[in-house]
């Protein structure tokens, strides 16, 4: 084996140990989740569980990012199980892939601070952006046939009485809950990316 070889595999090892370091951390950040009540019914909470994979985006590339996300969902299922019969882990992978990824490769481009807040500005308004069309054409309908539900509706018109279909619910409780998510992960992220990136590199 060459040098450039030797390189190349030694690269390739660390990225993978890298990748599932962060993706062991956000499988247990997964455990810490809270409500947003005034907001969102209780099936969805919010959790920190994509800033590995942001920290692993900007460090390593989107592939990366993502690939935590996919392997923190796989962990959960194994690990944990689902309650929602992968549902659940089906829209988080989405949602968090579309975070990850978008602010990823804005970042790439350019590794600045500004640019940080640039890209998870983006990859926050992508991320509720398709959180509204996922949810409303694939993930709640499935959600709720897997569930039982004969009207899932119910639990956002508990919260808000402005809640009366589905589409309804996508705008004043999945809408609002995601770019509050993506505010939240863009806070974490800004404070300990600087910090904890040189053990990456």
Known sequence: MNQVSRSKSLSSTQV?????????????????QFPLA????????LDVSDVPGLIAGFAMGPLAGIAVEFFKNILHMLLQGTS?????????????????GVSSVIYRRKRTYKTAIIALF???V???????LSNYFVVFP?????MGLENIV?????INGNITSLWTMMIYSILPFNLIKGLVMTIVTLLIYKKVSYLLH
């Open 16 to 32: 993978i140990t890298r990748v599932a370091v962060l993706s062991a951390i956000a499988f247990i950040l997964m455990f810490f």
């Open 154 to 158: 119910a639990a956002g018109t508990a």
């Open 122 to 124: 983006a990859g926050t």
């Open 142 to 146: 499935l959600y709720a046939k897997a």
């Open 126 to 132: 992508c991320m509720a952006s398709l959180a509204v």
């Open 38 to 45: 005034v907001i969102a019914p209780p099936f969805i909470q």
């Open 84 to 100: 929602t019969m992968g549902v659940g882990e089906l829209s988080n992978f989405i949602i968090g892939s579309t975070l990850v």
